[in-house]
Each structure stands twice: as C-alpha cells, then as structure tokens.
C-alpha cells in the first residue's frame, strides 16, 4: 500500500471518511429523535426556550467535536468510540498501530 507523506494511506483515508461520516450519521439521528421528544411536549414558551438552549448547546458540541484534521483523527476517533458513537469494527483496515493508539486513548 502507499504510504501518504501524513502518515495515513489511501485506503486508510478512505476508511477514516467512512466512519467518520457513520458516527456523524449516528449521533444526527439520535439528535434528531431527541428534538422530535421534546418538541412534543412543548406546552409554554418557557419549554420552546429550553428546547432552542438543548440544541444550542448540542450544535455546539457536534460542531467541536467532529475534526476531520487527518492530525486530529485518532483522538476523534477514540473519542466518538467512548461516547458510543463508533465502533473499533468501524475502523477496520487501518493500521495495527493506529488501532491500537485509538484503543489506548479510548481508556484515558
């Protein structure tokens, strides 16, 4: 396989996307669920508020957390795997070592 000057290769670039792209996916959709939860209990205006600084606070957070910088990609990872978000099966293909750095860092 060519190794790329980063340190990741084509396919491992590849494969990143893809699971990046998943976990993104997944953690919208349980959002989206939450909003759709919440919205139906909505009886005052004081309720339309908390759900508005819910989903201030959630963009936020998803905004920050999903840094698709190749330099940042392991923490990301070990990250969205602690949260429930990933799966090391997700990441299947890239290096041994990568997998292990993100193992490692998904007990930090």
Do not use: C, P
Request: charged residues 30%; proline residues 0%.
């Amino acid at each position: 396989m060519m190794q790329l000057s980063n340190g990741w290769t084509k396919t491992e670039q590849q494969i990143a996307q893809k699971a990046f792209k998943k976990a993104h996916q997944r953690e919208i959709n349980h959002l989206i669920q939450q909003v759709r939860d919440n919205a139906s209990e909505i009886a005052e205006l004081e309720d339309l508020w908390r759900l508005h600084d819910f989903l201030s606070a959630r963009r936020h957070d998803i905004d920050g957390k999903y840094d698709y910088r190749e330099s940042m990609l392991l923490f990301v990872f070990a990250q969205l795997i602690q949260q429930g978000w990933l799966y090391l099966d997700d990441l299947e293909g890239l290096s041994k070592d990568k997998l292990t750095k993100i193992s490692a860092l998904t007990r930090m």
